[in-house]
């Protein structure tokens, strides 16, 4: 399966829920936000949304200074 | 002397009666930091005429290569009453209040008279409970946060019970536990995120932003920009409350 993650094409040898994806790029949960095909996924809903081939995966740092 | 003041913003058609629809509006800034001392300079200079500042800082010298309503001078000030200082020497007949930093038991105090509350805090904490106390208040407000060259901008409309409904909260975003990002910044960096806000809030003043659920995400290193819609978590405890009463 390939998505697209942060505009780069990847391929994943298996299907993966956006939790699980955010886990296997070493990232710490509590710390980013997640879209998918331009649209933010509540972090509640990660570990029931699976990825789909094609879908465009976007992962960022949360970010509170000012 | 007034029509000359904001003459040139006038000739743009969207701008033309700006100062007239804003004169009588409060706007309400979370720290005035590197965020809020340049977005307040700029509502201000737009024609926003009634400020409220909330910071309990003081001025530090780290401040001063990205914080520009700030001089050497005003190290160990109150942040506050130093940007209030800055304000009126722009213009004298700005009326701006004063605030120490916001809590649960006083940002009704804070937001009392508001339209519109601009979330510049730096840090999470404060920025959750801006979130909670607006959706509480259905007060709209502005989130702009920034750490290196990450920032992120967006408008929530509470005033509207559909975008409640469709795209939620801050919560809903980033999560109730979540940890933010702490890195260094740049000068240009804080200034232009604090202008992209200005711009976001003065489109909203003025009617004509027509993007409500989008969240902005901007890597100013590589000059960039993502946009997303904001979506509402079906299980977030600090919306759902509200769109069940």
């Given at each position: 399966?390939?998505?697209?993650?942060?505009?780069?094409?990847?391929?994943?040898?298996?299907?993966?829920?956006?939790?699980?994806?955010?886990?296997?790029?070493?990232?710490?949960?509590?710390?980013?936000?997640?879209?998918?095909?331009?649209?933010?996924?509540?972090?509640?809903?990660?570990?029931?949304?699976?990825?789909?081939?094609?879908?465009?995966?976007?992962?960022?740092?949360?970010?509170?200074?000012? | 002397?007034?029509?000359?003041?904001?003459?040139?913003?006038?000739?743009?058609?969207?701008?033309?009666?700006?100062?007239?629809?804003?004169?009588?509006?409060?706007?309400?800034?979370?720290?005035?930091?590197?965020?809020?001392?340049?977005?307040?300079?700029?509502?201000?200079?737009?024609?926003?005429?009634?400020?409220?500042?909330?910071?309990?800082?003081?001025?530090?010298?780290?401040?001063?290569?990205?914080?520009?309503?700030?001089?050497?001078?005003?190290?160990?000030?109150?942040?506050?009453?130093?940007?209030?200082?800055?304000?009126?020497?722009?213009?004298?007949?700005?009326?701006?209040?004063?605030?120490?930093?916001?809590?649960?038991?006083?940002?009704?105090?804070?937001?009392?008279?508001?339209?519109?509350?601009?979330?510049?805090?730096?840090?999470?904490?404060?920025?959750?409970?801006?979130?909670?106390?607006?959706?509480?208040?259905?007060?709209?407000?502005?989130?702009?946060?920034?750490?290196?060259?990450?920032?992120?901008?967006?408008?929530?409309?509470?005033?509207?019970?559909?975008?409640?409904?469709?795209?939620?909260?801050?919560?809903c975003l980033c999560g109730e536990e979540?940890?933010?990002?702490?890195?260094?910044?740049?000068?240009?960096?804080?200034?232009?995120?604090?202008?992209?806000?200005?711009?976001?809030?003065?489109?909203?003043?003025?009617?004509?932003?027509?993007?409500?659920?989008?969240?902005?995400?901007?890597?100013?290193?590589?000059?960039?920009?993502?946009?997303?819609?904001?979506?509402?978590?079906?299980?977030?405890?600090?919306?759902?409350?509200?769109?069940?009463?």
């Amino acid at each position: 399966m390939k998505i697209i993650y942060q505009d780069h094409e990847i391929t994943l040898d298996d299907e993966l829920t956006l939790l699980e994806f955010v886990r296997s790029q070493g990232l710490s949960e509590q710390g980013v936000a997640a879209a998918v095909n331009e649209e933010i996924i509540p972090k509640r809903s990660w570990a029931e949304f699976r990825l789909a081939d094609g879908m465009q995966v976007d992962i960022f740092n949360l970010v509170a200074g000012g | 002397m007034m029509e000359e003041r904001y003459s040139r913003q006038s000739q743009l058609p969207e701008y033309a009666d700006f100062k007239d629809k804003v004169r009588d509006l409060q706007i309400g800034i979370v720290g005035v930091g590197g965020l809020g001392g340049l977005c307040a300079y700029l509502l201000a200079g737009a024609g926003v005429r009634h400020l409220t500042l909330a910071d309990s800082d003081e001025v530090s010298l780290s401040n001063l290569h990205r914080q520009v309503l700030y001089r050497q001078k005003d190290v160990g000030k109150s942040k506050a009453r130093c940007a209030r200082d800055a304000l009126n020497a722009l213009d004298a007949e700005l009326e701006v209040s004063c605030f120490d930093r916001v809590n649960a038991a006083n940002f009704k105090d804070f937001a009392t008279g508001c339209s519109l509350i601009l979330d510049l805090a730096d840090n999470l904490e404060t920025r959750l409970l801006v979130s909670k106390s607006c959706l509480e208040l259905k007060l709209d407000y502005v989130h702009a946060s920034i750490a290196a060259e990450q920032g992120m901008l967006a408008l929530f409309r509470f005033s509207d019970p559909m975008f409640i409904k469709a795209h939620g909260c801050y919560a809903c975003l980033c999560g109730e536990e979540a940890v933010a990002a702490s890195r260094g910044i740049t000068g240009p960096y804080a200034a232009t995120l604090s202008s992209l806000t200005a711009n976001l809030a003065m489109q909203h003043l003025a009617g004509c932003y027509g993007e409500y659920g989008t969240l902005y995400l901007f890597d100013f290193k590589k000059f960039t920009q993502k946009k997303f819609k904001l979506q509402r978590s079906e299980h977030c405890r600090v919306c759902q409350n509200k769109l069940e009463a």
